[in-house]
Antibody, heavy 118, light 112 residues
Framework: EVQLVETGGGLVRPGSSLKLSCATS????????MNWVRQAPGKGLEWVAL??????????NYAESVKGRFTISRDDSKSRVYLQMNTLRDQDTATYYC?????????WGQGTLVTVSS | DVVMTQTPVSLPVSLGGQASISCRSS???????????LHWYLQKPGQSPQLLIY???NRFSGVPDRFSGSGSGTDFTLKISRVEPEDLGDYYC?????????FGSGTKLEIK
């Protein structure tokens, strides 16, 4: 059974940093592309970042809204994907979901809530 | 970015009835490889989104055949027949033909 479990969310001040983690199991992580997708409270879904597998040299892509502030990474030995978020803004407040897959996001975690507020 | 326009915003339906949701893209979703990367998700209240349909018309594992997807180019439709209480929630389309992937704004399916 595919499982994705996000952790690391919380309440932080604007300008601060936070690192999210997604632990995975039930599939071959090392050859799977992984994404982060977020959802602001009461709003729709927004793709945030993608990290490809080793066969694609771990290429990372970002939404314009987070480029230069967020960094996606992975540890294939631990089957984990991460999202380092720096210089957080109020508008980054959202539930962050880890998702499996490149072209379509077949599986989603339960999400972790990040609240950016002074 | 490709803009995905979903209609209606809200869709009241009767249990046992049929629902139809439209998703239109601002440019063709036909990839250079010939595939069309348009997908549908359902987010039930308080839950994560779940994949229903991938590449226009392919039902994901475990998805009932009451759900069907169709369309081409820029115009796509999700149909739900014999609506059941478990079908209620927010439906989203997603395009991943063009970078970045973009979602529709959602359609709330509710009981009439």
């Amino acid at each position: 059974e595919v499982q994705l479990v996000e952790t690391g969310g919380g309440l932080v001040r604007p300008g601060s940093s936070l690192k999210l983690s997604c632990a995975t199991s039930g599939f071959t992580f090392s050859n799977t592309w992984m994404n982060w997708v977020r959802q602001a409270p009461g709003k729709g879904l927004e793709w945030v970042a993608l990290i490809k597998d080793k066969y694609s040299n771990y290429e990372a892509n970002y939404a314009e809204s987070v480029k230069g502030r967020f960094t996606i990474s992975r540890d294939d030995s631990k089957s984990r994907v991460y999202l380092q978020m720096n210089t957080l803004r109020d508008q980054d407040t959202a539930t962050y979901y880890c998702t499996k897959g490149g072209n379509w996001f077949a599986y989603w975690g339960q999400g972790t809530l990040v609240t950016v507020s002074s | 970015d490709v803009v995905m326009t979903q209609t209606p915003v809200s869709l009241p339906v009767s249990l046992g009835g049929q629902a139809s949701i439209s998703c239109r893209s601002s440019q063709s979703l036909v990839h250079s490889n010939g595939n069309t990367y348009l997908h549908w998700y359902l987010q039930k209240p308080g839950q994560s989104p779940q994949l229903l349909i991938y590449r226009v018309s392919n039902r994901f594992s475990g998805v009932p055949d009451r759900f069907s997807g169709s369309g081409s180019g820029t115009d796509f439709t999700l149909k739900i027949s014999r609506v059941e209480p478990e079908d209620l929630g927010d439906y989203y389309c997603l395009q991943s033909t063009h970078f970045p992937p973009t979602f529709g704004s959602g359609t709330k399916l509710e009981i009439k």
